[in-house]
């Protein structure tokens, strides 16, 4: 593998993602509509990135007891609801996965 | 005068971003130690932390290199799994109309998941214009230098980390994620864009290279517009 092709490429197809957008929307009016829909991209796409994270273990959707994913997911956002802090739910959610899979396997 | 300004805004987005950091170490650090042991050099793979700096696609890569893909697949795969990019910085577009090339390079080469969600709440709270890209900037450069530091240790460390899938550090962008989305949801739309989005991701897992993810946000996007433009509705009726 060439090393040198590999991570220059890379770095070409990543911004190619990151800039265009950017310059090209920033020169045009957006319609309302849009920048209403623009609202739901932080939801949506962290939603979409930890459901099948959370959710799917060893290629199966699992909702049981056993998927510690799943309860250490569920303090996290009982801790975040609660306290709307994010370095406390970072810390405690990371604890209880830790525990729960001491216990769990 | 805006540099005082400026400079409260940036230290503002480093501190907001101090939570981020510590969900995305436990990554980096992880991220270094495979890479050299499933063939990039130490020099390679700090380069692609330096230069690519996208950490899902980071891993993806290396997998793609133990699998023996070539190269036109891993850049193939690379550029689908940061699509997302693209939705993040239209969204953050508006914010920035006029902004010298000169900033905007450096702040959409620097775009993650962690400072896109940290800024965009900020920015529903500001106006100037000034104040956003120092705060961007702030955000972005301690995300940036905490990544490469990471990397750097996780390939000193090596193979001194037993087994680093163990150490429940993959549960850390989880819970990371978590952290930033449920002070989000402040309403029914918002509530059903999370929903639909998990659901439909769910759903779309066997679509390759993370597509799904992409169909699922929007659709999560669609319904709750749906849902947001039936309730101004009613309140007419």
């Not at chain 2, 006029?98 to 900033?103: A, F, G, I, Y």
């Not at chain 2, 920015?123 to 972005?140: I, P």
């Not at chain 2, 090596?158 to 819970?175: E, R, T």
């Amino acid at each position: 593998m060439n090393e040198f092709l590999l991570i220059g490429g890379m770095f070409a197809v990543t911004f190619l993602t990151r800039y265009p957008m950017m310059f090209l929307v920033s020169r045009i009016e957006v319609p309302a509509q849009v920048t209403q829909a623009f609202r739901y991209v932080p939801i949506a796409v962290l939603s979409a990135i930890i459901a099948p994270i959370i959710f799917v273990q060893n290629g199966q959707i699992s909702i049981q007891i056993n998927n510690h994913f799943l309860l250490a997911a569920l303090i996290s956002v009982f801790i975040s609801w609660r306290t709307r802090n994010l370095l406390l739910t970072i810390v405690l959610g990371m604890l209880a996965f830790i525990l729960l899979r001491a216990v769990l396997i | 005068m805006n540099e005082p300004t400026g400079r409260s805004a940036f230290w503002a987005g480093a501190r907001a971003t101090i939570p981020l950091v510590v969900g995305a170490s436990p990554f980096g650090l992880i991220f270094g130690a495979l890479a050299v042991s499933e063939g990039l050099s130490p020099n390679g793979t700090l380069a692609m932390s330096t230069f690519v700096f996208a950490g899902s696609a980071q891993f993806i890569s290396v997998s793609l290199i133990s699998a023996g893909a070539n190269i036109a697949v891993i850049l193939g795969t690379t550029f689908v799994v940061n699509l997302r990019h693209m939705l993040y910085s239209a969204t953050l577009a508006p914010h920035f109309k006029n902004l010298p090339q000169r900033w905007m390079l450096p702040l959409s080469f620097w775009l993650t998941d962690e400072s896109f969600v940290a800024s965009v709440k900020y920015f529903d709270s500001q106006e100037d214009q000034d104040h956003k890209k120092y705060f961007l900037l702030g955000s972005e450069l301690f995300m940036y230098l905490n990544w490469l530091w990471v990397t750097w240790l996780g390939v000193k460390l090596g193979q001194s980390i037993p087994d680093p899938g163990k150490w429940g550090l993959d549960f850390a962008m989880v819970v990371t994620f978590i952290g930033m989305l449920i002070p989000e949801i402040k309403d029914r739309p918002s509530m059903a864009a999370a929903i639909v989005a998990a659901g439909a991701a769910l759903l779309g897992r066997h679509i390759p290279n993370q597509l799904g993810l992409l169909i699922a946000a929007f659709l999560g996007i669609l319904v709750a517009i749906l849902l947001e433009n039936r309730a101004a509705k009613g309140q007419q009726l």
